[in-house]
């Protein structure tokens, strides 16, 4: 299936896709993957050993799901993100794809993401989810509190997509959550040199957890559901 097919800027104009200026840039689209590619991204979809993002393998990843971070990353999508969020050129700056298939309890709390990102996409791939707001993405209006919603959160479903612009009170997290949480997050960055970076240190990343998986577990169990850091 044909990356163009898989994802279409013109879903971003779905009567249900809301777009929030203030207190930072966001947007949140339904619906924005057909329905007939659910099995092909569920086959191609990285099974990595470890809890937590890595970054964008081709080699781990079937053709869909290649397909898929192709149309991602294309220039044009990315201008349309950033028309509707008023980040001109957003095309024009560098992208780290990175890819999650689960989390344990230590994932999650509130951020901004790093000066280094001008905007974030996290496109989810879930086939389902429990009747419960754990792991459901919010944007919120403080950094301590992640109950202070500025929109409904969202499930981390097939095909729900979410895009913000980078600011220092572009506050985003969700409650702890452990198991299967499928996403692909797309950060168009402000250089070469910070997608470098960040590349070895994901790469790092991903070393250890592979090697010491069970006490990232056991360090994140009983987080505070309010748990912050500074970007």
Not at 74 to 79: G, K, N, S, T, V
Not at 207 to 230: I, Q
């Amino acid at each position: 299936m044909l990356a163009t097919v898989l994802l279409d800027p013109a879903r971003l104009d779905r009567p249900d896709t809301e777009v929030r200026l203030e207190p930072f840039p966001f947007l949140v689209a339904h619906g924005q993957l057909p329905d007939e590619a659910r099995s092909d991204l569920d086959r191609d979809f990285p099974r990595y050993a470890g809890a937590g993002f890595f970054p964008y393998d081709p080699s781990d990843c079937g053709p869909s799901v290649n397909a898929l971070v192709e149309g991602l990353t294309a220039p044009e999508f990315a201008d349309a993100i950033g028309k509707r969020l008023g980040i001109a050129n957003l095309g024009d700056y560098p992208t780290l794809v990175t890819l999650c298939r689960s989390l344990n309890k230590r994932h999650g709390t509130i951020h901004t993401d790093s000066r280094s990102k001008v905007a974030t996409a996290l496109l989810y791939l879930n086939p389902m989810w429990p009747d419960s707001s754990d792991g459901c993405l919010r944007f919120l209006g403080k950094i301590d509190d992640i109950d202070a919603l500025l929109a409904p959160e969202l499930k981390p479903l097939y095909g729900e997509f979410a895009v913000f612009k980078r600011c220092d009170n572009s506050f985003h997290g969700h409650l702890p959550y452990e198991g299967e949480r499928r996403v692909i997050q797309v950060a168009w960055l402000t250089s070469e040199e910070e997608k470098l970076r960040k590349t070895k240190r994901g790469k790092f990343s991903r070393v250890f957890k592979k090697l010491f998986g069970s006490l990232d577990r056991r360090f994140g169990a009983d987080r505070d559901r309010n748990a912050a850091h500074r970007d």
